[in-house]
Nanobody, 122 residues
């Protein structure tokens, strides 16, 4: 089994910062892509940022220059440093892992965390 657990969400004022963490656990050999998605009320889930095991990144235009994604490969952990937060960043943030290879050389299905809420409000 593979499980993703997020932490770090909460309430923050506009202009503030938060750092989200997501740790994958289980019989994992490697994870090709780990990233963050978010879903605001009444909107579709959207990509925030993702990073491959080799260091390649993709991010939404709306967060470029403000959010930074990083990974600790050895710990199967991904982080999202969020600075200069805006009210429109308010959403539930979900961790995602794709291309998961298990210790017995099988590919595990794409996995999602249960989400951590981020609210940006004064």
């Amino acid at each position: 089994q593979v499980q993703l657990v997020e932490s770090g969400g909460g309430l923050v004022q506009p202009g503030g910062s938060l750092r989200l963490s997501c740790a994958a656990s289980g019989s994992i050999s490697s994870i090709n892509i780990m990233g963050w998605y978010r879903q605001a009320p009444g909107k579709e889930r959207e990509l925030v940022a993702r990073k491959t095991v080799s260091g390649g990144t993709n991010s939404a235009d709306s967060v470029k220059g403000r959010f930074t994604i990083s990974r600790d490969i050895a710990k199967n952990t991904v982080y999202l440093q969020m600075n200069s937060l805006k009210p429109e960043d308010t959403a539930v943030y979900y961790c995602n892992a794709d291309g998961i290879r298990t210790l017995d050389n099988r590919y595990y299905p794409r996995s999602w965390g249960q989400g951590t809420p981020v609210t940006v409000s004064s």
